[in-house]
């Protein structure tokens, strides 16, 4: 059921996770061959994603529907509060904190986008949600990546419609014991 693996580039940019590789393309390869839209995402989507999930859905079930996400090399960027928000605020025009920023790709240059994920968030979140760490920074993950298959969360509908493709998305790699083991070290006294 999954699709052909694409490049997945990692850069570990916090000083105190550990991510681990191996789980985090598998991660990638879930998405890309198990998860697919279900018909009332489409008119959600983006108008240049609607094709893709139009045509996963055509799919018979138990064969690869290939990927929501544009074909390409993807890009995941582990950072602190402080490196996301320099980005927020030089490619967004804002400069607060925030958990996920992600990036489209260039179908010429064979990328798919890149997804940046604040460490600290979810580790400053995860006991507020109610999910352990490695599941909020995998839920991070997965809502940048769900940006790049055409969700967004601009509107109230949409935002719903994203938050709902979150929960099929995690309820699929939890079934199949994909989240990635992602851990902080503690703190070293000096």
């Not at 959600?44 to 018979?60: F, G, K, N």
């Not at 995998?138 to 419609?161: E, N, W």
């Amino acid at each position: 059921m999954n699709a052909p693996s694409r490049s997945v580039l990692i850069a570990r940019r916090h000083p105190k996770v550990r991510v681990p590789v191996a789980d985090v393309r598998r991660l990638v390869a879930m998405l890309d061959g198990g998860f697919r839209p279900v018909p009332a995402d489409i008119a959600h989507l983006l108008p240049s994603a609607r094709a893709r999930a139009r045509a996963a859905l055509r799919t018979p079930v138990g064969e690869a529907a290939g990927s929501p996400i544009p074909p390409g090399e993807v890009s995941l960027a582990f950072l602190t509060d402080a490196a996301l928000a320099t980005l927020h605020g030089q490619f967004l025009d804002d400069p607060s904190v925030t958990d996920v920023i992600t990036f489209e790709g260039d179908s010429l240059a064979g990328t798919a986008g890149e997804v940046c994920v604040s460490v600290d968030a979810a580790a400053r979140l995860g006991g507020a949600t109610g999910l352990p760490f490695a599941e909020e920074l995998t839920l991070y993950v997965v809502h940048g990546l769900l940006h790049l298959a055409g969700y967004d969360d601009l509107s109230p509908a949409r935002r719903r419609r994203m938050r709902v493709a979150e929960r099929r998305a995690l309820d699929l790699l939890r079934s199949a014991d994909a989240v990635p083991a992602f851990q902080l070290r503690a703190r070293t006294r000096r």
